[in-house]
C-alpha cells in the first residue's frame, strides 16, 4: 500500500481561524480512489518549519499533497520551502507568468508585480497547471517522496486533484480497487450501546468496524477490502438488526436528501411551521430539494389558525376549542390548517423546547399525529444550534417513520414520548 499524507499549510488553519474543508474533501476523495490517506500535519506560516516538515514527510511517505502557501504574499512560503528542502533555486516560468498577465488582462485588470511571485518553482520541478487560478502548482521528488504542491483555495485546490494530480498518480503507480464502505446512521442511541451490542463481531483481519458520533447522530461504519465484499454484507446484516428502527438513513446521502427523492416520487408537498427550530428545518428541506411549499414562524401560525377556526366554525367554536384542546390538539391544529392554507398534503410542525419537553405534529392525507417527548440525557448542555438540529431531526424522523408505514410514535434511548394526540 503507498503512504500517502497530506501537509495543510497557513497559521489561519494552524490556530483554526479557518475550518479546514479542504482536508476532510481530500480525505474522502483520495479514500474512493483506493488511496486512503495514512496522516495528515499541519504547519504555520514558518519557513523551517515548513523546511523541517517536507524534509521529514519525505522520508516516510510515498505521495505528500501540499496545500497552501502559493500566493503573492509574503507569507506564502511553499514554493521556497520546497526549494530549500531540495536544495534548488528557484525559476520562473515564463509560459505561467503569461498565463497570469492574461488572466488579468481578460478580466479588465492589470497585474500586480507581487504576482510574478506565482510563476516562481523549484528548477527541477513539474509545473502542474491550475485551469481557474493563477497560483502556479507543481510536482517535486524529493527523497523517496512524490510531492505536489497546491493552492488553498477549495475551488482551485479540487480541480487540481482531480484533473492533474490523480491521472499522473495512475500513470505512475497501480492503484489498489477502492476499498468498500458500508454506512449506517442512527438517530438517538448512544455510542456505548451500539457498542455492546457490536464490539466482538467476528470480522475478516481486514475489515474494520467504526463509530463516528456527532450529536445527534451516531454514524456505523464497515470498511474493508473489496474481495470482503460478501463477508461484509453478511455483518452487515447485523449492524442493521442492531440498529433497528433508530437506523434513519444508510449510504452517504443525509435524511432530508433521502425524504426529498421519495416525496418527489409519490407527489406529495410539505408545510412546515416552526418555533424552536427558527427556520432550520424549512432551510434543511429546501437545500435538499424536498418539495416545500411554505415555512413558517409557529406563534404567527397560532393566530392565523384561531382566525381560520372561527371563519370556518359556528360563532363561540374557536373560543371552545381553545378552552377544552389540550396543547397537542392546538399543535396537530395548527399543522392541519397550515396544509390547507398552502395545498399541501403534509404538514410539520415544531413546537418550543422547555425543560427538555417538545412537542411536534405531523399532518398527512390519512390523519394527523402530535408527540410530546423528553430527553433522558441534559440536552441542555449542548449548544442551541446542536439543539435545534435534534429538534429537526426528530420532526423529520416522524415523516420518515410515516412514510415507512410504521408507528410515528417511538422511543429512541434518550428520546422517551411521553404524550400523544388520541
Same mark, same amino acid.
Given at each position: 500500500?503507498?503512504?500517502?499524507?497530506?501537509?495543510?499549510?497557513?497559521?489561519?488553519?494552524?490556530?483554526g481561524?479557518?475550518?479546514?474543508t479542504?482536508?476532510a474533501?481530500?480525505?474522502?476523495y483520495?479514500?474512493?480512489?483506493?488511496?486512503?490517506m495514512?496522516?495528515?500535519?499541519?504547519?504555520?506560516?514558518?519557513?523551517?518549519?515548513?523546511?523541517?516538515?517536507?524534509?521529514?514527510?519525505?522520508?516516510?511517505?510515498? %505521495?505528500?499533497?501540499?496545500?497552501?502557501? /502559493?500566493?503573492?504574499?509574503?507569507?506564502?512560503?511553499s514554493?521556497l520551502?520546497?526549494?530549500?528542502a531540495a536544495?534548488?533555486?528557484?525559476?520562473?516560468?515564463?509560459?505561467?507568468? +503569461?498565463?497570469?498577465?492574461?488572466?488579468f488582462?481578460e478580466?479588465?485588470?492589470?497585474?500586480?508585480?507581487?504576482?510574478?511571485?506565482?510563476?516562481?518553482?523549484?528548477?527541477?520541478a513539474?509545473?502542474?497547471?491550475?485551469?481557474?487560478?493563477t497560483?502556479?502548482?507543481?510536482?517535486?521528488?524529493?527523497?523517496?517522496?512524490?510531492m505536489?504542491?497546491?493552492?488553498?483555495?477549495?475551488?482551485?485546490?479540487?480541480?487540481?486533484?482531480?484533473?492533474? %494530480?490523480?491521472?499522473?498518480l495512475r500513470?505512475?503507480?497501480?492503484?489498489?480497487d477502492?476499498?468498500?464502505?458500508?454506512?449506517?446512521?442512527?438517530?438517538?442511541?448512544a455510542e456505548?450501546?451500539?457498542a455492546?451490542?457490536?464490539?466482538?463481531?467476528?470480522?475478516?483481519?481486514e475489515v474494520?468496524?467504526? =463509530?463516528?458520533?456527532?450529536?445527534?447522530?451516531?454514524?456505523?461504519?464497515?470498511?474493508?477490502?473489496?474481495?470482503?465484499?460478501?463477508?461484509?454484507?453478511?455483518?452487515?446484516?447485523?449492524?442493521?438488526a442492531?440498529?433497528?428502527?433508530?437506523?434513519?438513513?444508510?449510504? $452517504?446521502?443525509?435524511?432530508?436528501?433521502?425524504?426529498?427523492?421519495r416525496?418527489?416520487?409519490?407527489?406529495?408537498t410539505?408545510?412546515?411551521?416552526?418555533?424552536?427550530?427558527?427556520?432550520?428545518?424549512?432551510w434543511q428541506?429546501?437545500?435538499?430539494?424536498?418539495?416545500v411549499?411554505?415555512?413558517?414562524?409557529?406563534?404567527?401560525?397560532?393566530?392565523?389558525?384561531?382566525?381560520?377556526?372561527?371563519?370556518?366554525?359556528p360563532?363561540?367554536?374557536?373560543?371552545?376549542?381553545?378552552?377544552?384542546?389540550?396543547?397537542?390538539?392546538?399543535?396537530?391544529?395548527?399543522?392541519?390548517?397550515?396544509?390547507?392554507?398552502?395545498?399541501?398534503?403534509?404538514?410539520?410542525?415544531?413546537?418550543? /423546547?422547555?425543560?427538555?419537553?417538545l412537542?411536534?405534529?405531523?399532518?398527512?392525507p390519512?390523519?394527523? =399525529? +402530535?408527540?410530546?417527548?423528553?430527553?433522558?440525557?441534559?440536552?441542555?448542555?449542548?449548544?442551541?444550534?446542536?439543539?435545534?438540529?435534534?429538534?429537526?431531526l426528530m420532526?423529520?424522523?416522524?415523516?420518515?417513520?410515516?412514510?415507512?408505514?410504521?408507528?410515528? =410514535?417511538?422511543?429512541h434511548?434518550?428520546?422517551r $414520548?411521553?404524550?400523544?394526540?388520541?
Open positions: 500500500m503507498l503512504r500517502v499524507e497530506m501537509l495543510c499549510t497557513g497559521d489561519e488553519v494552524l490556530h481561524q479557518i475550518v479546514d479542504n482536508a474533501w481530500l480525505a474522502n483520495l479514500f474512493e480512489q483506493g488511496l486512503p495514512s496522516a495528515r500535519m499541519t504547519v504555520g506560516d514558518n519557513l523551517s518549519a515548513l523546511v523541517a516538515a517536507l524534509t521529514e514527510r519525505s522520508l516516510r511517505a510515498d %505521495i505528500l499533497i501540499v496545500n497552501g502557501g /502559493l500566493g503573492p504574499t509574503s507569507d506564502d512560503l514554493a520551502a520546497a526549494s530549500t536544495g534548488e533555486e528557484l525559476v520562473e516560468h515564463p509560459e505561467w507568468l +503569461a498565463k497570469i498577465e492574461a488572466y488582462a478580466r479588465g485588470r492589470v497585474m500586480a508585480p507581487s504576482n510574478r511571485k506565482q510563476a516562481l518553482i523549484p528548477a527541477n513539474e509545473m502542474i497547471d491550475n485551469p481557474v487560478g497560483a502556479c502548482g507543481f510536482a517535486l521528488q524529493l527523497n523517496r517522496c512524490l505536489f504542491f497546491t493552492p488553498g483555495v477549495p475551488s482551485e485546490f479540487k480541480v487540481m486533484v482531480a484533473q492533474e %494530480i490523480v491521472p499522473r500513470e505512475r503507480f497501480d492503484l489498489p477502492p476499498p468498500l464502505c458500508l454506512r449506517l446512521t442512527t438517530f438517538g442511541r456505548s450501546e451500539l455492546s451490542q457490536l464490539d466482538g463481531m467476528p470480522l475478516p483481519e474494520v468496524l467504526g =463509530y463516528r458520533s456527532s450529536m445527534p447522530i451516531i454514524e456505523l461504519k464497515l470498511t474493508g477490502p473489496a474481495h470482503e465484499r460478501e463477508a461484509m454484507e453478511l455483518a452487515w446484516q447485523q449492524v442493521r442492531v440498529a433497528g428502527e433508530s437506523a434513519i438513513y444508510e449510504g $452517504t446521502d443525509d435524511l432530508p436528501t433521502q425524504l426529498a427523492g416525496l418527489r416520487q409519490l407527489g406529495l410539505l408545510a412546515i411551521g416552526e418555533h424552536f427550530t427558527a427556520g432550520l428545518l424549512t428541506c429546501q437545500s435538499a430539494g424536498m418539495p411549499v411554505s415555512g413558517e414562524w409557529l406563534s404567527s401560525l397560532g393566530a392565523d389558525s384561531a382566525d381560520k377556526s372561527a371563519d370556518k366554525n360563532a363561540g367554536a374557536r373560543q371552545s376549542f381553545a378552552e377544552e384542546a389540550s396543547p397537542l390538539q392546538k399543535l396537530a391544529r395548527q399543522a392541519q390548517d397550515l396544509a390547507a392554507r398552502h395545498g399541501a398534503q403534509l404538514a410539520l410542525a415544531v413546537g418550543n /423546547l422547555e425543560q427538555e419537553r412537542s411536534l405534529a405531523l399532518h398527512t390519512d390523519r394527523s =399525529y +402530535a408527540q410530546t417527548v423528553t430527553f433522558t440525557i441534559n440536552i441542555q448542555r449542548h449548544g442551541l444550534k446542536t439543539r435545534q438540529e435534534v429538534v429537526s420532526a423529520l424522523n416522524m415523516l420518515r417513520r410515516w412514510l415507512n408505514g410504521w408507528p410515528v =410514535y417511538a422511543d434511548g434518550w428520546i $414520548t411521553t404524550d400523544t394526540l388520541a
